[in-house]
């Protein structure tokens, strides 16, 4: 998965955001991230998954909001490691 970074919120976090259009199945993704040690929340249109006082709001297009965040190389390392987990959506 190609993404970048910038920094959101005055820089106190950091979004993902996906180079190629995806769309991805949030309520499949769940027990994934659940294995992976996430708390998760299911907001219909996205999910917020917490561990270690981060909080990884994702999307269904892909994007990501991490938060607290300020460090850009963990930000990329928690991003893969989302985007690992998440199951793409069937057409």
């Known amino acids: 998965m190609k993404f970048r970074l910038i920094y959101v919120c005055k820089g106190e976090a950091v979004s993902a955001i996906p180079q190629d259009v995806i769309r991805y199945d949030l309520k499949a993704s769940i027990p994934n991230l659940e294995r992976d040690g996430y708390q998760v929340d299911d907001k219909d249109m ?20 991490i938060s607290p965040m300020k460090d850009k190389e963990w930000a990329r390392k928690i991003s893969e490691a989302t985007y690992e987990s998440l199951v793409v959506e069937s057409e």
């Open 46 to 65: 996205m999910l917020i998954a917490r561990k270690e006082g981060i909080e990884v709001t994702i999307y269904m297009n892909g994007r990501l909001m």
